[in-house]
């Protein structure tokens, strides 16, 4: 699947991801995906059936999967998956609804150890331009909870994201089974043997 460089910034590049024709940024610094571009997408696209964040947001399963998806976020960054069956259940809930619904301000939702922070939602005010003209809010979200919301604007959406991830996983194959040879070749410019059964290096 092709991926389009639209923007740079201090070291984090947005990719355009192909959902039906709709372009769709995607962070490169964190794998978030802009939320509220896909909405407008959709919309622009569907006239007739006007979907609203803000109702999504509201929704009590969304509000129970954000506060999930933090706590696996969190033992993801503590590196002991088994704290989602004590300490990290306790996690107090935040209020994503409450803050969504809030037009005039910034907010993030993450998860933070130490300096390693993992956003989960982050909304960006849209600024006005030296020609006058504003930019478009932003939403970010963690790759998995754009999963849930293109689900919720159309469950074939959800379909083409698991492509998306399907493709990524295939390429990073294709991209490890590259390396792989190109490190055999050199192990054995250098005289070396490769064990082809458990990658051993022998130099004799």
């Known amino acids: 699947m092709k991926k389009v460089i639209t923007k740079k910034e201090s070291r984090n590049f947005l990719l355009e991801r192909d959902l039906f024709g709709m372009k769709i940024p995607m962070r490169t610094k964190d794998g978030c995906y802009d939320l509220n571009e896909m909405l407008s997408e959709y919309n622009k696209h569907n006239p007739n059936k006007q979907k609203y964040l803000t109702n999504f947001f509201k929704s009590e399963d969304t509000q129970t999967y954000i506060n999930n998806l933090m706590n696996i976020r969190y033992a993801e960054l503590s590196g002991n998956i088994q704290l989602l069956d004590n300490q990290v259940s306790n996690l107090s809930e935040v209020p994503v609804n409450q803050l969504v619904m809030d037009s005039t301000k910034n907010f993030k939702v993450s998860v933070k150890i130490d300096k390693t922070e993992r956003i989960i939602l ?79 290096n022998d130099y004799s």
Do not use: C, H
Request: net charge positive.
């Open 122 to 200: 982050q909304k960006t005010k849209g600024k006005t331009q030296s020609n006058g003209k504003k930019t478009k809010d932003t939403v970010f979200a963690d790759s998995l909870l754009m999963k849930k919301f293109a689900r919720w604007l159309n469950p074939m959406y959800e379909v083409v994201v698991d492509k998306w991830i399907e493709d990524d996983l295939i390429k990073l194959r294709m991209d490890l089974a590259d390396s792989y040879n190109e490190w055999r070749s050199l192990v054995s410019k250098l005289g070396g043997k490769v064990d082809k059964e458990n990658n051993i």
